[in-house]
């Protein structure tokens, strides 16, 4: 493998570098000491020595000065090249097929490898083949070595081939020093990283057995890291999460997956310093070693097990917290149920008897009394429509609310439904406009539950609307939809309140100081009719200027079979109900 490819670190990449500097330096050197013989015999008339010690000075010179530029693929390129080409010079004058020429020129690719990138190396293989070509083709020409002595050559080819064999040598020598060191800072890291992460990091053989186990596992388990070998680890199992726990590790072991499971273990030495054994929750997470082919046991196994005690305490803190919470929603919805069947009662008589007062059956009253009974009526009216939007409030959270679905003109229920609220329009001066599409498809839906939700929207846009202003209602086919909106120019919403809408008890100007009267569950039911319909409820407002309330209910009626309309459409789950207490009973025993 090429240092330049595995040497991705810096540490490798960096001695890589060095290496072609001291090559380049080992080629200057030999060439500078070779260079009085080859002068010498330069001046007896053989110039071959001088020729390749000329070619190592430059190409040592040059790669030296790339080195010192920064160029280090140049210099790597240049001695590749210098090898190759006092390898063509030696083949070529020897007259040899086989030759020591030959035996330099194979260096150059072992060189590329070792420093160079992949297309320098691709290139030296090519240029390999080129140099064994002129040698084969120089050799059966016999050209070459009549007038080299070959005690020369011997000592040239000799030298040279020590030269280039030298610089292989030390080049493989870094690329081993280089690869140890990174190796040995590899396993350091990640032996630091096992022993300081915080989840514990345990590793088992094939067979099962403990290999290894981090330092986090002795807070963990409570115990030191050697008492977790054998089969100490699976007895701190909770005998009810033996199995799971088996099968994940067997998952991982024998088929090679990867597992999660959550599990209850023993710890010896609890953080409180009580001593005694505890159970606590773990995430244990089982991954497969895939390095190399499973042996006949399976795959060795590394597992990361996490304290997830603290966690679990907070699901089943929230789990109670919501079953107090429903609990108190499911006793205030009989609350309201209660208290409204409890007050309608008495309301109907004083409704009915303040009337009977005011149209003077009982005899007739003075006008301050008459005003009285008109009071009278007005309030009791007042409280009773409040009852009756209770009630129909706790059926809906309950889930009790019942729809009798059934074909119906939509466009019959909008003039009753204006007239009932006429009364209260007139008094300020509102006036209300009718806007129906004509040729309207019928309906499927509960009538009542759609009239409802129109005397909702129309008595909310007539009380925040301003004196003299209009309200407007429009039906309209949207899609397999009817649209059924209201419009107001009334005082509008802000955008945090427009978000709120529908929710129950909510009023978007609250406090001692509202100018309007309400509960604030008008839309709370209109939303839940239109949800119990599968529709949709959308709101657009702007302070000021006004608000419009659409509603879209499917033309086809909810998803429910037109048989089936009687049977209870539930707007919210229920709760599963808890066994009651028997303590109020218990209390009054004892009183």
């Not at 330092?215 to 115990?223: H, I, K």
């Not at 005899?363 to 009394?369: C, D, F, I, M, V």
């Not at 229920?574 to 218990?586: F, H, M, T």
């Amino acid at each position: 493998m090429s240092l330049a490819v595995a040497g991705s670190g810096h540490r490798p990449e960096m001695l890589r570098r060095k290496t072609i500097g001291d090559n380049a330096r080992l080629l200057l050197l030999a060439s500078v000491l070779a260079m009085p013989f080859a002068v010498f015999w330069l001046v007896g008339g053989r110039a071959l020595p001088f020729v390749v010690v000329a070619i190592g000075l430059g190409i040592g010179m040059a790669t030296l000065a790339f080195h010192a530029s920064r160029q280090y693929e140049q210099a790597a390129a240049g001695q590749v090249f210098g090898i190759l080409g006092a390898g063509l010079i030696l083949t070529l004058v020897d007259p040899m097929l086989v030759d020591t020429g030959l035996t330099i020129a194979l260096i150059a690719p072992v060189h590329a490898s070792l420093l160079a990138r992949s297309s320098l190396r691709k290139l030296s293989w090519l240029l390999l083949a080129g140099v064994l070509a002129c040698g084969m083709a120089a050799s059966v020409a016999g050209f070459g070595g009549a007038d080299v002595p070959q005690t020369m050559l011997g000592i040239v080819s000799g030298l040279a081939f020590i030269t280039c064999a030298g610089m292989v040598a030390y080049t493989a020598h870094g690329i081993g020093a280089a690869f140890e060191v990174y190796d040995k800072a590899q396993v350091t890291a990640y032996r630091h990283l096992i022993e300081h992460v915080r989840d514990s990091v345990i590793r088992f053989s094939s067979e099962g057995d403990v290999l290894l186990a981090s330092r986090s596992s002795e807070t963990l388990f409570g115990c030191r890291r050697y008492e977790l070998s054998g089969a100490s680890l699976s007895e701190r199992l909770h005998v009810l999460d033996r199995p799971i726990y088996l099968t994940a590790f067997s998952d991982a072991n024998k088929a090679g997956k990867s597992r999660v499971v959550e599990v209850r273990m023993r710890q010896d030495d609890p953080v409180g310093g009580t001593k005694l054994p505890r159970y606590i929750w773990v995430e244990a997470s089982f991954s497969p070693v895939r390095e190399d082919l499973p042996s006949e046991g399976g795959y060795e196994v590394v597992a990361l097990f996490r304290d997830i005690t603290a966690r679990k305490d907070n699901e089943v803190a929230m789990r109670e917290a919501q079953r107090i919470a429903e609990e108190a929603s499911t006793a205030k919805s009989r609350f309201l149920a209660t208290i409204g069947h409890e007050l309608r009662t008495p309301l109907n008589a004083v409704v009915g008897f303040s009337e009977m007062m005011t149209s003077g059956i009982g005899g007739e009253l003075s006008p301050t009394h008459r005003e009285y009974a008109g009071l009278i009526h007005q309030g009791a009216r007042h409280l009773l429509e409040v009852v009756r939007m209770l009630l129909d409030m706790s059926k809906l959270e309950a889930g009790k609310f019942e729809l009798q679905t059934e074909p119906f003109v939509a466009a019959d229920i909008i003039e009753p439904c204006m007239q009932m609220v006429e009364a209260s329009a007139r008094q300020r001066g509102i006036k209300i406009v009718a806007d129906i599409a004509p040729k309207l498809p019928a309906l499927v839906g509960d009538e009542r539950a759609c009239r409802q939700i129109l005397l909702n929207l129309l008595s909310n846009a007539i009380k925040f609307s301003h004196d003299g202003g209009t309200v407007t209602v429009s039906l309209k086919r949207q899609g397999q939809c009817l649209n059924l909106s209201v419009s107001d120019t009334g005082v509008g919403m802000a955008p945090e309140a427009l978000s709120r809408l529908g929710e129950a008890f909510f009023q978007a100007h609250e406090g001692l100081t509202r100018r309007y009267e309400g509960t604030g569950l008008g839309l709370s039911i209109v939303k839940g009719l239109v949800e119990l319909h599968e529709g949709t409820l959308r709101a657009l407002s702007e302070i000021g200027a006004g608000t419009t309330v659409t509603v879209l209910l499917p033309v086809n009626g909810p998803a429910i079979k037109v048989e089936d309309t009687a049977a209870v459409t539930p707007l919210h789950r229920e709760p599963v109900s808890s066994p009651i207490s028997s303590w109020q009973d218990e209390k009054r025993k004892a009183q």
